[in-house]
């Protein structure tokens, strides 16, 4: 009897590759390792600012599963995809953001620069941009 390569290999390969992911958060999950999911923003703002607009922003554009404010994170749903948020002071005068978003396990970059950035704005202006659409 003469075995196929081709499927054991495939399956190999597959078992390799997907994983555990840690999330800003310290939890983990399942999904793909190995690809960029988060982005750090650094600001001079106390970290109930920072989490003040992130809750804005979150609520805006999907839903909060989860608001922790004693390590101060917030996880929720926004277009499908799981984000995760967590702020953390830097010194007396600077706080750092970290947003992380996944779909299914895979990574989307795209999503969590674009919720930084809102974030960025809202601490900027005060409000959230009313025209802005996250990425799909």
Known sequence: MKLNWIPVFSLCCALLVTGCVETVDGRHRAGMPFQ???T???YER???ELMAAAREVVKRHGTI???D???NTIQGIVDGHNI???VEAVDTKVSRILVQARKSGLANIELASFLDKEIA???ATGRADPSSTPPR
């Open 69 to 71: 404010t004693v390590r």
């Open 121 to 123: 704005v809202r601490l």
């Open 40 to 42: 750090e923003g650094r």
């Open 36 to 38: 960029k999911d988060r």
């Open 84 to 86: 995760w948020i967590v």
């Open 46 to 48: 106390t970290p109930a």
């Open 65 to 67: 599963s989860s608001d």
